[in-house]
Protein backbone atom coordinates (compact mmCIF):
# COMPACT_ATOMS: atom_id res chain seq x y z
CA UNK A 1 0.00 0.00 0.00
CA UNK A 2 1.58 3.56 -1.09
CA UNK A 3 2.17 5.80 1.62
CA UNK A 4 -0.03 9.34 0.52
CA UNK A 5 2.43 11.23 2.48
CA UNK A 6 5.54 9.92 0.79
CA UNK A 7 5.93 11.51 -3.07
CA UNK A 8 5.89 9.33 -6.34
CA UNK A 9 7.91 10.54 -9.19
CA UNK A 10 5.29 9.61 -11.56
CA UNK A 11 3.54 13.24 -12.08
CA UNK A 12 7.20 14.57 -13.11
CA UNK A 13 7.50 11.26 -15.24
CA UNK A 14 4.35 11.99 -17.40
CA UNK A 15 4.97 15.68 -17.66
CA UNK A 16 8.94 14.77 -18.64
CA UNK A 17 6.91 11.41 -20.87
CA UNK A 18 4.78 14.60 -22.43
CA UNK A 19 7.29 17.55 -23.10
CA UNK A 20 9.39 16.02 -25.61
CA UNK A 21 6.78 14.75 -27.81
CA UNK A 22 4.84 18.46 -27.18
CA UNK A 23 8.18 20.58 -28.38
CA UNK A 24 8.62 17.77 -31.66
CA UNK A 25 5.19 18.54 -32.63
CA UNK A 26 5.93 22.37 -31.77
CA UNK A 27 9.19 22.27 -34.35
CA UNK A 28 7.47 20.68 -36.83
CA UNK A 29 4.60 22.72 -37.18
CA UNK A 30 6.88 25.82 -37.10
CA UNK A 31 8.96 24.34 -39.81
CA UNK A 32 5.36 23.30 -41.70
CA UNK A 33 4.56 27.19 -41.64
CA UNK A 34 7.42 28.67 -42.74
CA UNK A 35 7.56 26.04 -45.63
CA UNK A 36 4.44 27.25 -46.60
CA UNK A 37 4.80 31.04 -46.55
CA UNK A 38 7.94 30.07 -48.52
CA UNK A 39 5.94 28.35 -51.39
CA UNK A 40 3.26 31.18 -50.83
CA UNK A 41 5.49 33.77 -51.56
CA UNK A 42 7.25 32.02 -54.78
CA UNK A 43 3.61 31.35 -56.35
CA UNK A 44 2.89 35.14 -55.69
CA UNK A 45 5.98 36.48 -57.25
CA UNK A 46 5.36 34.42 -60.07
CA UNK A 47 2.38 35.22 -60.75
CA UNK A 48 1.16 38.17 -59.73
CA UNK A 49 0.64 41.35 -62.73
CA UNK A 50 3.93 43.40 -63.13
CA UNK A 51 1.49 45.96 -64.29
CA UNK A 52 -0.66 46.12 -61.25
CA UNK A 53 0.24 47.26 -57.48
CA UNK A 54 4.02 45.91 -58.10
CA UNK A 55 4.48 48.53 -60.88
CA UNK A 56 4.76 52.27 -58.98
CA UNK A 57 5.13 55.44 -59.34
CA UNK A 58 8.34 57.23 -59.49
CA UNK A 59 9.67 60.91 -60.78
CA UNK A 60 11.74 58.52 -63.21
CA UNK A 61 9.09 57.70 -65.18
CA UNK A 62 9.03 59.05 -68.85
CA UNK A 63 12.76 60.90 -67.95
CA UNK A 64 16.32 60.05 -69.06
CA UNK A 65 17.59 57.34 -66.65
CA UNK A 66 19.96 58.69 -64.33
CA UNK A 67 23.39 57.83 -65.40
CA UNK A 68 25.44 54.59 -64.21
CA UNK A 69 29.11 54.37 -64.73
CA UNK A 70 31.25 53.10 -62.55
CA UNK A 71 33.59 49.50 -61.85
CA UNK A 72 31.84 45.86 -62.14
CA UNK A 73 32.71 43.11 -60.24
CA UNK A 74 34.90 42.25 -62.52
CA UNK A 75 37.17 45.20 -62.80
CA UNK A 76 35.57 46.62 -66.58
CA UNK A 77 34.20 49.96 -66.77
CA UNK A 78 30.31 50.25 -67.19
CA UNK A 79 28.59 52.75 -68.81
CA UNK A 80 24.55 53.02 -69.05
CA UNK A 81 24.72 55.12 -72.05
CA UNK A 82 26.30 52.58 -74.03
CA UNK A 83 23.31 50.61 -74.02
CA UNK A 84 21.44 53.16 -76.00
CA UNK A 85 19.13 51.33 -78.32
CA UNK A 86 18.24 47.85 -76.23
CA UNK A 87 15.88 47.95 -73.37
CA UNK A 88 17.89 47.71 -70.35
CA UNK A 89 16.89 45.73 -67.04
CA UNK A 90 18.63 48.13 -63.70
CA UNK A 91 18.23 45.62 -61.28
CA UNK A 92 19.16 46.98 -57.45
CA UNK A 93 20.02 44.12 -55.92
CA UNK A 94 21.83 42.83 -52.54
CA UNK A 95 22.94 38.91 -51.28
CA UNK A 96 21.25 38.79 -48.27
CA UNK A 97 18.47 39.76 -49.92
CA UNK A 98 15.77 36.89 -49.77
CA UNK A 99 13.73 38.37 -52.47
CA UNK A 100 17.00 39.18 -55.00
CA UNK A 101 18.06 35.72 -54.60
CA UNK A 102 14.41 34.03 -55.64
CA UNK A 103 14.39 36.39 -58.53
CA UNK A 104 17.89 35.71 -59.71
CA UNK A 105 17.50 32.96 -62.16
CA UNK A 106 14.39 34.84 -63.81
CA UNK A 107 17.15 36.88 -64.58
CA UNK A 108 19.57 34.88 -65.63
CA UNK A 109 16.99 33.23 -67.85
CA UNK A 110 15.69 36.82 -69.55
CA UNK A 111 19.31 37.79 -69.80
CA UNK A 112 20.49 34.76 -71.67
CA UNK A 113 17.22 34.41 -74.23
CA UNK A 114 17.51 38.39 -74.64
CA UNK A 115 21.08 38.43 -75.34
CA UNK A 116 21.01 36.30 -78.28
CA UNK A 117 17.95 38.69 -79.77
CA UNK A 118 20.26 41.96 -79.00
CA UNK A 119 17.40 43.90 -78.04
CA UNK A 120 17.56 44.05 -74.25
CA UNK A 121 20.39 43.65 -71.47
CA UNK A 122 20.43 43.67 -67.49
CA UNK A 123 22.73 45.48 -65.41
CA UNK A 124 22.94 45.15 -61.84
CA UNK A 125 23.74 47.31 -58.97
CA UNK A 126 24.86 46.16 -55.79
CA UNK A 127 22.93 47.70 -53.09
CA UNK A 128 24.91 47.91 -49.60
CA UNK A 129 26.86 44.29 -50.06
CA UNK A 130 30.25 43.54 -49.99
CA UNK A 131 31.35 42.73 -53.72
CA UNK A 132 33.62 39.60 -52.31
CA UNK A 133 30.35 38.20 -51.61
CA UNK A 134 28.42 39.46 -54.84
CA UNK A 135 31.44 38.08 -56.87
CA UNK A 136 31.13 34.53 -55.05
CA UNK A 137 27.22 34.41 -55.58
CA UNK A 138 27.41 35.57 -59.11
CA UNK A 139 30.34 32.80 -59.52
CA UNK A 140 27.68 30.23 -57.70
CA UNK A 141 24.39 30.74 -59.29
CA UNK A 142 25.18 32.47 -62.84
CA UNK A 143 24.64 35.80 -64.41
CA UNK A 144 26.99 37.09 -67.01
CA UNK A 145 25.62 40.72 -67.03
CA UNK A 146 27.94 43.82 -65.33
CA UNK A 147 27.21 44.19 -61.88
CA UNK A 148 28.07 48.39 -61.06
CA UNK A 149 29.30 48.41 -57.69
CA UNK A 150 28.02 51.57 -55.94
CA UNK A 151 30.29 52.43 -52.60
CA UNK A 152 28.77 55.17 -51.74
CA UNK A 153 24.89 54.52 -52.80
CA UNK A 154 25.49 57.41 -55.42
CA UNK A 155 23.11 55.14 -57.77
CA UNK A 156 20.65 54.22 -55.48
CA UNK A 157 20.10 57.96 -54.39
CA UNK A 158 19.42 58.75 -57.99
CA UNK A 159 17.24 56.33 -58.70
CA UNK A 160 15.56 56.82 -55.08
CA UNK A 161 15.89 52.87 -53.92
CA UNK A 162 15.50 52.87 -50.28
CA UNK A 163 14.90 48.73 -50.49
CA UNK A 164 15.60 45.56 -52.99
CA UNK A 165 14.90 44.19 -54.81
CA UNK A 166 14.01 47.08 -57.24
CA UNK A 167 14.26 47.53 -61.05
CA UNK A 168 13.68 50.07 -63.43
CA UNK A 169 13.09 49.22 -67.12
CA UNK A 170 14.54 51.98 -69.21
CA UNK A 171 13.47 51.71 -72.74
CA UNK A 172 16.08 52.02 -75.87
CA UNK A 173 16.22 56.10 -76.34
CA UNK A 174 17.63 55.96 -72.36
CA UNK A 175 13.43 56.68 -70.46
CA UNK A 176 12.77 55.09 -67.81
CA UNK A 177 8.98 53.61 -68.63
CA UNK A 178 8.63 51.41 -65.59
CA UNK A 179 9.68 50.79 -61.67
CA UNK A 180 9.23 47.43 -60.26
CA UNK A 181 9.36 47.05 -56.72
CA UNK A 182 9.94 43.84 -55.58
CA UNK A 183 11.02 40.31 -56.98
CA UNK A 184 10.39 40.03 -60.48
CA UNK A 185 10.19 37.13 -63.19
CA UNK A 186 11.54 36.34 -66.97
CA UNK A 187 7.78 36.37 -68.28
CA UNK A 188 6.45 39.14 -66.14
CA UNK A 189 9.23 41.16 -68.21
CA UNK A 190 8.57 39.54 -71.47
CA UNK A 191 5.45 40.59 -71.03
CA UNK A 192 6.03 44.23 -70.05
CA UNK A 193 8.88 44.82 -73.52
CA UNK A 194 6.08 42.89 -75.67
CA UNK A 195 3.21 45.54 -74.66
CA UNK A 196 5.71 48.25 -75.27
CA UNK A 197 6.61 47.39 -78.29
CA UNK A 198 2.92 46.52 -79.29
CA UNK A 199 2.18 50.17 -78.08
CA UNK A 200 4.88 51.90 -79.94
CA UNK A 201 4.37 49.91 -83.48
CA UNK A 202 0.58 50.98 -82.81
CA UNK A 203 1.29 54.33 -82.22
CA UNK A 204 3.80 54.50 -85.36
CA UNK A 205 1.15 53.05 -87.52
CA UNK A 206 -1.04 56.23 -86.14
CA UNK A 207 1.32 58.48 -87.41
Not at 60 to 80: F, Q, V
Not at 158 to 176: C, K, M, Q, W
Request: charged letters at 25%; aromatic letters at 6%.
Amino acid sequence: MTDPDVPTSEPDDLVLDEAGPARTRTALVAAVVVGLLAAAFVVVLATRDPSGERATQSPLIGRTAPGIAGETLDGDAYDLADARGRWVVVNFFATWCVPCRIEHPELVDFHERHSELGDAAVVSVLFDDAPDVARDFFAAEGGDWPVVVDPDGAVGVAYGVARVPESFLVAPDGTVVQRLVGGITARQLDDLLAAYEANAHEAGSDG
